[in-house]
């Protein structure tokens, strides 16, 4: 299932070239025609219905945290 | 009690959730092959993460989790509905909305061919690390699988690619290169049934 392992945030470049010794790396035909693919869908962007959900579940939870507040502010 | 911690926490959670969506669609889209399917596999686990927050720890690595739910949930769907749902023979069969300007059209559509042509577990592995950025450590974790399978199953698919891409790059298959181009789609339509 999920781990929920330490590992450093550093994944935050778009498109990281894996280690250069697995004929991925970023001079490589293989490596770079992936990352092409891959990103062509990155640039895409996101759907508006998944920014919807998003926002959703942000003011849900936001509604029922005051109310818990609420009721649990004396 | 609501922990200060928590509300602290929420805003910011949802942040690290926006900035990793592209690149979750862009593997959901690898592993279903198509966009509707892979939209509905983003919301899916979008839902999934959203619950379970409580579970993450702010200052891990936000992207493996996520991508360990997709996966956890796109494969427990297919068990469920079966074939359905991989019909598509995976890996980006649709034609991209975006084309990468590096490339012409030819290079991209023997490239999703031979992607195609991979088993699952490798095509899975040689993006994760080739493409999402992702460790050996992270992508074996995300796999549920020992790290030195992981870097087995991307030197056996890289070394494939290579052979595929070679043999297609000598178009000694068809008459020339419009038809080589015409079979291929219609090769990856018929995939997609």
Redesign the interface.
């Given at each position: 299932?999920?781990?929920?392992?330490?590992?450093?945030?550093q994944?935050?470049?778009?498109?990281?070239?894996?280690?250069s010794d697995?004929?991925?790396g970023p001079n490589t035909?293989?490596?770079?025609?992936?990352?092409?693919?891959?990103?062509?869908?990155?640039?895409?962007?996101?759907?508006d219905?998944?920014?919807d959900?998003?926002e959703k579940?942000?003011s849900a939870?936001?509604a029922q945290?005051s109310n818990?507040?609420a009721q649990?502010g004396q | 009690m609501v922990s200060e911690a928590t509300d602290v926490q929420a805003p910011s959670f949802k942040r690290e959730m926006l900035a990793t969506l592209p690149s979750l669609r862009a593997f959901a889209v690898s592993l279903t092959g198509k966009h509707d399917k892979a939209d509905d596999l983003v919301q899916d686990t979008v839902m999934k993460a959203w619950a379970k927050q409580t579970s993450f720890e702010m200052g891990t690595n936000i992207k493996a989790w996520l991508f360990t739910i997709l996966r956890n949930e796109f494969y427990s769907q297919m068990r469920k509905r079966g074939r359905e749902v991989q019909d598509s023979d995976g890996a980006f069969t649709e034609r991209l909305s975006v084309h990468p300007p590096q490339y012409g059209a030819m290079d991209m559509i023997d490239f999703k061919a031979a992607l195609s042509k991979l088993p699952d577990d490798q095509r899975e592995a040689v993006i994760l690390i080739g493409a999402s950025g992702f460790s050996y450590e992270d992508a074996a974790a995300i796999c549920n699988c020992a790290v030195g399978t992981m870097k087995s199953r991307v030197s056996r698919a890289r070394i494939r690619l290579q052979d595929l891409l070679k043999v297609s790059g000598e178009a000694d298959y068809g008459p020339d290169a419009v038809s080589t181009q015409v079979t291929t789609q219609t090769l990856s339509i018929g995939q997609g049934r």
């Open positions: 299932m999920v781990k929920d392992k330490p590992v450093s945030q994944q935050r470049a778009r498109v990281q070239a894996g280690p697995d004929g991925l035909d293989i490596g770079s025609r992936l990352r092409a693919l891959y990103g062509s869908v990155q640039d895409e962007g996101v759907p219905q998944l920014l959900l998003l579940l942000d939870e936001a945290k818990t507040g649990n | -």
